[in-house]
């Protein structure tokens, strides 16, 4: 039985439901996505239907490490991937010239097209029901979540609510002097809530993002730009699709630079930037900075690229990414008049900057539950972080733990040595944040294990735990499993002899002395799998490896990095023995003998869930936690917790 969705809390009856998720925007969506397909009965209230999923900045889905993120939400069961194969309209894969840490893909997606296909999904989800309203607070009884209370006055009941809502709390948008309480450009800003949840006792902050220009196709004079063609060759975002499936040919993007007049330009408009003029209180994204903090912060910086990427298929509105700004409307026209390609351009409407209210994550578990309301949870931009990609990631795994909340199920912790989604959670809950958290793949200590290729082998077995895996997407694995497994056994079974150096010296490497397994010759780096598998056809081995391109990718990254991946396992499996030091959450800090006033004051504050989580808490002393473990252990401070941690 598919979805139903209603206007208002009035037309139907049912308003009690086991979760229910405010806000579809992109954590939203996954959330209620996962809940219901865990066979919980959800309500996915928002203000909008018509902006289910809707994309407020860029029309990327992916780029560095956000690749990463937005293929491990995929192979948890989510949606965003699929939903980006199928609104696709440019594709690249980023990194190529770095090593496979970092390798991911970058997809544009029609911003008409996608919201559509997302809003379908939830449509036909069976266990889902979609509501068109504002909540006002969220509903407690002795502490725990009884459901939440609608503007309209009406209450819907729950033993779990996530809260998803963006950057619509208290938001103000400013371009130039001009101020506009709104979450962004046509949403209005919420304000009830941030009061319902400072009344509970979580503390709130002010962040800010910002996105560019739109401007006119027709008004660009591309041959001064330089086209970037997509990569026909790239792979699906999803590990359920072998190919991206465009419903038209691929879109070019197309670079720019800023130019030293660029640069004056706004320099001597500095001052009427909204963010320069001290009229945003709120604090800006470091790794995703506006025009103006690009000429002020890197000043050694002669030009800026921008890249032209379009919205959507039957539209001619640009997106000027790498000009976002709170300059004022004519200021950005004439700026933008400065860059080349851009001396004749329309401007569709400004850019503009939005302040919003952020709750302070470290006031959350590491299944993103608040630690001050039982079967509260909160997922996306409300946390502290930016993108659609760290929204989806935390909307799924908030909706995976509501939905275990409510069938009284122990929650599902994701570790930072098994995803990328873990070492965002976690830098979250124990670190918090200063400006919102964009993630990167530095972030991550085992990168190399935490790859975008094998994201469905480090998670989907845990989607499959929390019945969230369809079997198609089980099969694929498996049958990926098969097919690495299938194919390194032959090739370490196909033994090269000495009497077959003619054939390696035609595949340029040189000759053996002694009988050597293919998998053996791969480690040379001149004999790739494809050398390997020529070499076997010359020397008559009938190797017949029918691999799909996801398995041939894991045995020549095993190829290449096989050395590495195993040191870094190792290193990520003692990080694994910390994490599995538990601590118990009742646990008295206070009266703690010998630990520091700051780490006593940390530990209180955050609770840590395991050792490894208060080894990374800032400002906690690494022989604080020597004393924490040797309590844990043996009741006493000393030698026995020096003993362990040095274990
Ligand atoms: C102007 C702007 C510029 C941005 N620029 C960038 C950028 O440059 N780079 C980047 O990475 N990210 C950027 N983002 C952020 C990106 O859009 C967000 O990170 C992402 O959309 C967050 O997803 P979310 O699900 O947390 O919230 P949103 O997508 O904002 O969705 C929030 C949802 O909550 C609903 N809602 C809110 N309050 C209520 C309520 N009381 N009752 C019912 N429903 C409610 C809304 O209707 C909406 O569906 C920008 C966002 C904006 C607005």
New binding site residues.
């Given amino acids: 039985m598919h979805a139903r969705f209603r206007l208002s809390a009035y037309t139907l009856a049912m308003s009690r439901f086991e979760v229910i998720v405010?806000?579809?925007?992109?954590?939203?969506l996954e959330a209620a996505l996962a809940s219901a397909r865990m066979g919980i009965s959800t309500a996915c209230?928002?203000?909008?239907l018509d902006?289910?999923g809707?994309?407020?900045?860029?029309c990327s889905i992916g780029g560095p490490a956000?690749g990463h993120l937005a293929r491990e939400v995929d192979a948890l069961g989510g949606e965003m991937a699929v939903g980006t194969d199928h609104a696709l309209t440019h594709i690249r894969k980023v990194g190529t010239g770095k090593g496979p840490a970092v390798q991911t893909l970058r997809a544009h997606v029609c911003k008409s097209l996608y919201p559509t296909i997302m809003r379908a999904a939830l449509e036909r989800q069976p266990n889902l029901e979609l509501i068109q309203?504002?909540?006002?607070s969220v509903r407690l009884e002795s502490g725990r979540v009884v459901g939440v209370e609608l503007e309209s006055g009406e209450a819907l009941e729950a033993q779990a609510v996530v809260l998803?809502?963006?950057?619509?709390?208290n938001g103000l948008?400013h371009e130039g002097s001009n101020q506009t309480s709104a979450?962004?450009?046509g949403?209005r800003a919420?304000s009830?809530?941030s009061d319902w949840l400072r009344s509970v006792g979580v503390e709130m902050r002010r962040f800010k993002?910002?996105?560019t220009p739109r401007i006119r196709a027709g008004s660009i004079d591309f041959s001064k730009t330089e086209t970037l063609e997509s990569d026909a060759e790239a792979p699906a975002m999803s590990f359920l699709h072998e190919f991206p499936m465009p419903q038209r040919a691929f879109l070019p993007c197309w670079q720019t630079r800023t130019i030293a007049e660029t640069h004056d330009l706004v320099r001597e408009n500095l001052s009427q930037s909204a963010m320069y003029s001290g009229r945003i209180e709120g604090i800006g994204?470091r790794y995703?900075p506006s025009i103006e903090d690009k000429i002020v912060r890197f000043s050694d910086k002669e030009s800026h690229p921008i890249f032209l990427e379009q919205e959507e298929w039957d539209s001619d509105s640009i997106y000027v990414q790498g000009v976002?700004t709170s300059l004022p409307a004519d200021v950005q026209l004439a700026m933008l008049r400065t860059v080349p390609g851009l001396t004749g351009v329309e401007m569709i409407r400004p850019g503009?900057?939005?302040e919003y209210d952020m709750a302070d994550p470290t006031q959350l578990t590491p299944q993103l539950m608040s630690k001050l309301a039982h079967g509260l949870f909160l997922?996306?931009?409300?946390n502290g972080?930016?993108?659609?990609e760290?929204?989806?990631a935390q909307?799924i795994v908030a909706g995976i733990n509501a939905a275990r909340y409510a069938q009284g199920e122990p929650p599902e912790t994701l570790s930072r040595n098994e995803s990328f989604i873990g070492v965002m959670i976690d830098d979250l809950v124990s670190k918090g944040v200063d400006d919102p958290y964009?993630m990167l793949t530095a972030r991550a200590e085992h990168r190399l294990l935490l790859r975008h290729d094998n994201a469905d082998e480090r998670l989907t077995p845990t989607c499959k735990r929390v019945g969230l895996c369809s079997d198609e997407r089980w099969e694929r694995l498996e049958r990926k499993r098969e097919e690495i497994a299938g194919g390194r056994a032959a090739l370490e079974s196909a033994i090269v002899l000495p009497q077959h150096n003619a054939s390696l010296e035609h595949h340029g490497t040189a000759g053996i002395f002694v009988g050597t397994s293919l998998f053996e010759l791969m480690r040379r780096p001149e004999v790739s799998l494809d050398v390997a598998l020529s070499i076997a056809s010359s020397c008559g081995f009938s190797l017949d490896l029918d691999l799909s391109a996801g398995a041939k990718e894991q045995i020549e990254l095993e190829r290449i990095y096989g050395g590495y991946l195993i040191r870094q396992q190792r290193l990520a499996d003692q990080a694994r023995r910390l994490e599995d030091l538990a601590i118990p959450a009742e646990t008295d800090y206070a009266t703690m003998a010998g630990l520091s006033h700051e780490s006593r004051e940390k530990f209180e504050r955050v609770r840590p869930a395991s050792i490894g989580q208060a080894t990374r808490i800032p400002g906690v002393r690494p022989s604080d936690v020597v004393l924490l473990v040797g309590h844990l252990r043996h009741g006493s401070p000393l030698n026995a917790g020096r003993e362990e941690a040095r274990a």
Avoid: M, W
């Fill in positions: 405010v806000g579809a925007g992109h954590a939203g209230v928002t203000l909008r902006r289910v809707h994309l407020p900045c860029n956000k309203a504002a909540v006002r998803t809502t963006g950057t619509f709390l948008c979450a962004r450009y949403d919420i009830t809530l993002t910002g996105t994204p995703c976002s503009y900057a939005v997922a996306g931009q409300i972080t930016s993108g659609y760290e929204a989806a909307g964009r």
